[in-house]
């Protein structure tokens, strides 16, 4: 019986860290505009597993263990950190951005926040 090289070729693939969108207000408190923009990001993004949705506070976000987690913050605001500059901070990797709503009808920031994003989670 002959067997195909590469019937059983193995390859070794890098999982990438989970990523977390963590809000500062409850999804269902979110406007319907903003609940479809974030649904629009999250299947953009094209990630497995997909992105973990969370509602903390700011102070909960840098309380909580999330080392080794990429964190997307919508509306919160962390001292010495900038908005839309993707930085290693706590163990985690994050990108601060605006509350959802800020994005409505604004193509430029989106595409700020975009290329934000690739830089965020490029391996």
């Known amino acids: 019986v002959k067997m195909s090289a590469d019937l059983y070729q193995e390859e070794i693939y890098q999982i990438p860290e989970p990523v977390i969108i963590a809000l500062t207000e409850s999804w269902s408190s979110l406007s319907e505009d903003s609940r479809q923009m974030l649904s629009n990001l999250s299947s953009g ?30 509306g919160h605001s962390i001292e010495g950190l900038e908005l839309h500059k993707p930085i290693e901070y706590l163990g985690m990797q994050v990108l601060l951005t605006l509350p959802p709503a800020e994005f409505h009808g604004n193509s430029e920031l989106k595409k700020e926040l975009w290329a934000a994003l690739q830089l965020l989670l490029r391996n």
């Open 45 to 74: 993004l094209k990630l497995l597993p997909a992105p973990r949705f969370i509602q903390c506070s700011t102070s909960e976000l840098t309380d909580r263990s999330f080392s080794g987690y990429r964190i997307i913050c919508f």
